[in-house]
C-alpha cells in the first residue's frame, strides 16, 4: 500500500480548514465602485464629478466607541440638477439591480422600513398617491412638494399634515442630525450595515452607505457630526440586510447590493 507523505496530510488539513472557515463566514453585499470602461479603482476621500451635480467619494469611517472601520461611499447630488422621486411595490419587491432597470436613474438608495409582507411601516408617497400611515412624534421625513422643493425633516418637530400636498414622501427612524447637531435616541447597539439620507448647509443631497457590519446607529450619528460634509439633518434608512446603493452617471458607478428585494427605493434622475 502507497504511503501518505505527512507534508501532504498537513496540506490537506489546512485546505480543509480554511474551507470550513469561509462557509462560516457570513456574506457580504456585493461592492464595486469605479469608472466605467476603466479600472475600477477611484482615489478615496476626494469627490469625484461623475455628472453635472453628481458628485462621489469613498473613505474609510473608523466607530469612535470600538474601532471598527468600513469603507463609505457618499453620493452627493445638487438639486438644481436632479429630481427626487419614491417608487413603491409592495405586491412586487425588486433586487437592486432590477430597480436599476426600471427606473433607469442617475442613482437610488433603499427606502424606509417595511413589514413582512412588504409593505411600508409608515407612511409613502409616491407620485401622489399615499400608501401607509405617517409616523406620530418621531422619526424624520424625506419630501418633495408640488414645487419639486426637497425637505429632510424630523416629524417631532414639525408633523406631517395632509393638506401639504407632498407629491413624494418616504418616512423611517430615528434623525440621526438636526440643526447640524448629532440628536439623542435610544438603539440597541448591534452594528450592521447602515443606509443614511441627509442634506447639507449648501441645500445638496447626500446618499450614504456603509455596506460592513462596523456601525451601530450611535457611531453613525457621531461620525456624521464630525465629519467634513457639513451635514445639516440626516435621517437612518432601512439598513441591515436592506442596505443598497446605485450610482451610474457619467463615468462614475456605484453598485451595493442590498440582501433582500425591496419594495420601496428612493430614486434620483437627471432633470
Known amino acids: ?103 433607469h436613474p442617475t442613482a437610488l438608495i433603499n427606502g424606509g422600513y417595511f413589514d413582512g409582507l412588504d409593505h411600508a411601516t409608515a407612511l409613502v408617497i409616491s407620485n401622489s398617491q399615499t400608501f401607509g400611515t405617517t409616523y406620530q412624534n418621531f422619526g424624520g421625513m424625506l419630501a418633495v412638494d408640488g414645487q419639486g422643493n426637497v425637505q429632510l425633516r424630523s416629524l417631532h418637530e414639525q408633523p406631517y399634515d395632509p393638506s401639504e400636498n407632498l407629491v413624494q414622501a418616504t418616512q423611517c427612524s430615528p434623525m440621526l442630525l438636526l440643526n447640524g447637531q448629532r440628536t439623542p435616541f435610544s438603539a440597541d447597539k448591534k452594528m450592521s450595515p447602515r443606509s443614511v439620507v441627509a442634506l447639507d448647509k449648501q441645500g445638496r443631497l447626500l446618499f450614504i452607505a456603509s455596506p460592513g457590519v462596523a456601525f451601530t446607529l450611535d457611531d453613525l450619528a457621531d461620525l456624521l457630526a464630525q465629519s467634513d460634509l457639513s451635514l445639516v439633518t440626516a435621517l437612518n434608512l432601512d439598513g441591515g440586510s436592506s442596505t443598497g446603493l446605485y450610482v451610474n452617471a457619467g463615468s462614475q458607478s456605484v453598485a451595493i447590493d442590498a440582501y433582500v428585494n425591496l419594495p420601496l427605493v428612493i430614486v434620483v434622475k437627471e432633470k
Open 1 to 103: 500500500m502507497r504511503r501518505t507523505h505527512p507534508l501532504r496530510i498537513y496540506c490537506l488539513l489546512c485546505c480543509l480548514a480554511l474551507l470550513l472557515m469561509l462557509t462560516g463566514c457570513d456574506t457580504l453585499p456585493t461592492l464595486t465602485f469605479g469608472q466605467a470602461a476603466q479600472t475600477p479603482t477611484i482615489a478615496t476621500n476626494v469627490w469625484n464629478t461623475a455628472a453635472p451635480g453628481v458628485e462621489t467619494r469613498q473613505e474609510t469611517w473608523k466607530s469612535p466607541a470600538n474601532g471598527a472601520s468600513d469603507l463609505v461611499t457618499i453620493v452627493r447630488f445638487d438639486l438644481h440638477h436632479v429630481a427626487l422621486s419614491v417608487a413603491y411595490q409592495p405586491d412586487q419587491p425588486l433586487s437592486m439591480q432590477e430597480w436599476m432597470q426600471k427606473e
